[in-house]
T-cell receptor, first 114, second 114 residues
Framework: GENVEQHPSTLSVQEGDSAVIKCTYSDSASNYFPWYKQELGKRPQLIIDIRSNVGEKKDQRIAVTLNKTAKHFSLHITETQPEDSAVYFCAASSGMEYGNKLVFGAGTILRVKS | SAVISQKPSRDICQRGTSLTIQCQVDSQVTMMFWYRQQPGQSLTLIATANQGSEATYESGFVIDKFPISRPNLTFSTLTVSNMSPEDSSIYLC???????????FGSGTRLTVV
């Protein structure tokens, strides 16, 4: 089955700097890659996603890139702000054949220092 | 995006008892997913619930311990049976949003077994 690895496990950046979180996946059939932000005591919230027919997607300060050949995808946050501090999870889904289930990475604790 | 109502939000239970968690979605969805998130950890899929058929369980999870019901396309329950302190965790339901806006999560059930 699918296996998703995520790095780093913790990331500290200065306010205004950029943050990059990387994930690799094992199943070449995976075709959907979302990123979730989870604040303490709250549910995971989808912040951006990308499908396998696209190499990059951007939404304001957040962008995701996908390299299908290397089977990795990355989350980029620019101009970080203290409210970006949270746990971020990447995930991969292999589509209908596998019940559309998401397999999650281990998570990255992002701390933005002001 | 789909709205999921999950209850209870938290509970403290005696070991050996069972707890049933409910999720209600405001739109019809084919599959509902149940996850467990242990303290400080990522999300682990317990099972996928289809309406009209038995749930599909992931490795390490069995129906006797986590029976699931899916009586219609908007509702599902997960029961945590014969609980032990190791079952203390957050349990979340999730659906693939019918509007195509990724996967949405319920607010979670924080379970403590004493």
């Amino acid at each position: 089955g699918e296996n998703v690895e995520q790095h780093p496990s913790t990331l500290s950046v200065q306010e205004g700097d950029s943050a990059v979180i990387k994930c690799t996946y094992s199943d070449s059939a995976s075709n959907y890659f979302p990123w979730y932000k989870q604040e303490l005591g709250k549910r995971p919230q989808l912040i951006i996603d990308i499908r396998s027919n696209v190499g990059e997607k951007k939404d304001q300060r957040i962008a995701v890139t996908l390299n299908k050949t290397a089977k990795h995808f990355s989350l980029h946050i620019t101009e970080t702000q203290p409210e970006d501090s949270a746990v971020y999870f990447c995930a991969a889904s292999s589509g209908m054949e596998y019940g559309n289930k998401l397999v999650f990475g281990a998570g990255t604790i992002l701390r933005v220092k002001s | 995006s789909a709205v999921i109502s999950q209850k209870p939000s938290r509970d403290i239970c005696q070991r050996g008892t069972s707890l049933t968690i409910q999720c209600q979605v405001d739109s019809q969805v084919t599959m509902m997913f149940w996850y467990r998130q242990q303290p400080g950890q990522s999300l682990t899929l317990i099972a996928t619930a289809n309406q009209g058929s038995e749930a599909t369980y992931e490795s390490g999870f069995v129906i006797d311990k986590f029976p699931i019901s899916r009586p219609n396309l908007t509702f599902s329950t997960l029961t945590v049976s014969n609980m032990s302190p190791e079952d203390s965790s957050i349990y979340l339901c999730s659906v693939e949003d019918p509007t195509g806006y990724g996967y949405t999560f319920g607010s979670g059930t924080r379970l403590t077994v004493v």
